[in-house]
C-alpha cells in the first residue's frame, strides 16, 4: 500500500470474528487472511461463543492466541449467539473502524486497504464489497453482491453507502 497518499492508513481497524463450534484450523485460516492483510495497522478479536461443552474450545483458543500478539480472544461462559458476540467483540474495540468476518471466511489480502480507499469524506459511514463464493477445492463458484445499493440510500439520512468492487477486479 502507498502509505503517502492515504489519509486512513494511520487509523486502527478492529477486525472482530465470531466462531462458535468450529474447528481450529478454520478459525485459524480467518485469522491467517486479517494478518496477512495489505493494510496492518490492525487488531484482531475473535469471540469464541461455542458451547462450553465444545471439546476443541481450548484447541482453538491455543491456537487463535498462537498465531499473534494482535489478537484479543474472548470466551462466553455460555453462547450469546452471532449478533451478541459481535456486539461484544465491537465493546471491546480499539479501532477508528471496524470490520467482521464469520468464522469460516477468509479476506483476500487487500480487502482492508481497498475499503479504506471508499472512505474519501466524512458523510460515508459504511463501505462493503462483493462476496465470493468458494467450494471446497478453492474454486470460485460465483460473486454475490456485485450490483447492490450505494449513495444516501436512507431517505433523510446525510450519511452514505459504498461498494467496492475493486477487491474483486483481478478474478473477474
Known amino acids: 500500500m502507498n502509505t ?3 489519509q486512513n492508513d494511520k487509523k486502527l481497524v478492529s ?8 474447528k481450529p484450523e478454520t478459525v485459524l485460516r480467518a ?4 494478518l496477512n492483510q495489505t493494510y496492518s495497522n490492525m487488531e484482531i478479536i475473535v469471540v469464541d461463543d461455542s458451547s462450553p461443552s465444545f471439546r476443541r474450545r481450548f484447541d482453538v483458543k491455543q491456537s487463535v492466541c498462537g498465531a499473534s500478539d494482535k489478537i484479543f480472544y474472548i470466551v462466553n461462559e455460555f ?12 465493546s471491546s474495540a480499539s479501532g477508528y473502524y471496524v470490520a ?12 482492508i486497504e481497498e475499503q479504506l480507499k471508499g472512505f474519501s469524506d466524512d458523510s460515508i459511514a459504511l463501505v ?3 462476496i465470493i463464493v468458494v ?8 460473486i ?22 475493486n477487491i474483486i477486479n483481478d478474478l473477474s
Do not use: M
Open 15 to 22: 477486525a472482530i470474528i465470531t466462531t462458535h463450534d468450529r
Open 31 to 34: 485469522v491467517n487472511s486479517v
Open 128 to 130: 462493503y464489497n462483493p
Open 144 to 165: 454475490i453482491n456485485t450490483e447492490s445499493e450505494s449513495g444516501y440510500i436512507f431517505q433523510g439520512e446525510r450519511i452514505q453507502i459504498k461498494n467496492i468492487t
Open 4 to 6: 503517502d497518499n492515504n
Open 79 to 90: 453462547s450469546l449467539g452471532a449478533c451478541a458476540s459481535r456486539n461484544k467483540g465491537l
Open 100 to 111: 467482521f468476518l464469520d468464522d469460516d471466511d477468509e479476506w483476500l489480502p487487500n480487502k
Open 135 to 142: 467450494d471446497e477445492e478453492n474454486c470460485c463458484e460465483r
